[in-house]
């Protein structure tokens, strides 16, 4: 069976700092692979998704890049926080076939000070 | 653009009553309505799904149905619980397209 995993859970940061999160899944191949952020109390917003290894679309501009150096890793950066990017992140996977239903790590929670 | 939209205000309902949650979409022509719960402190988990030539879904106390011209989708858990409580995300999607964007959700609370 399929897992996700990503760590690390908790994290604090001081602003200015690096930031990086990192999300595998085992038990499949070529899987999409996604990073959301959740402000506390707001939705899901999609920052990062990938369908292939070397293909990663931003959805939204800011201090955040992602990576994907192996086709079951997918890791979330940022060489400088902002008080601003703190929140729940997510990673979560599909497969290439059918509704394209989503798969979720248990997420990473960052507060950066 | 696109647009998914959720009911903001939390839905506070009696226990065995049953919940009606909405989720409308504009800009979008989906072949599919996906439903997912989230808990406090954890990730969405997919609970159902409706394809486009799909009028309702069930699955044990969950109903969904989809209206494309109307281009809404609406859920419902009957008999409900206080364990049902949890935030309730709805999420278009089509097989050509792995972007996927959430609705907003909606906050369920059943009082006992």
């Known amino acids: 069976s399929q897992t996700i995993h990503q760590w690390p859970a908790t994290l604090v940061q001081p602003v200015g700092s690096p930031l990086s999160l990192e999300c595998t899944v085992e038990?499949?191949?070529?899987?999409?692979l996604y990073w959301y952020r959740q402000a506390a109390g707001r939705g899901l917003q999609l920052l990062f998704y990938?369908?292939?290894?070397?293909?990663i679309s931003s959805e939204v501009p800011q201090n955040l890049s992602a990576s994907r150096p192996q086709d079951r890793q997918f890791i979330l950066s940022s060489k400088k926080l902002l008080l601003s990017d703190s929140g729940f992140y997510l990673c979560?996977?599909?497969?290439?076939?059918?509704?394209?239903?989503?798969?979720f790590g248990a997420g990473s929670r960052l507060t950066v000070l | 653009s696109q647009k998914i939209e959720q009911n903001s205000e939390a839905l506070n309902i009696q226990e065995g009553k049953t919940a009606t949650l909405t989720c409308n979409y504009t800009n979008y022509s989906p072949a599919y309505l996906q439903w997912y719960r989230q808990d406090p402190g954890r990730g969405p988990v997919f609970l159902l799904l409706i394809r486009e030539n799909e009028k309702e879904k069930r699955k044990e106390r969950l109903k969904v149905t989809f209206d494309t011209t109307l281009k809404q989708s609406l859920f419902h858990i009957t008999a409900s619980q206080p364990a049902d409580s949890a935030t309730y995300l709805c999420?278009?999607?089509?097989?050509?397209?792995?972007?996927?964007?959430f609705g907003s959700g909606t906050r369920l609370l059943v009082r006992p």
């Open positions: 999420a278009p999607s089509r097989n050509s397209s792995y972007k996927l964007i």
């Open positions: 979560a996977w599909s497969s290439h076939s059918g509704a394209n239903v989503l798969t």
């Open positions: 038990g499949t191949s070529n899987p999409n």
């Open positions: 990938s369908v292939g290894i070397g293909q």
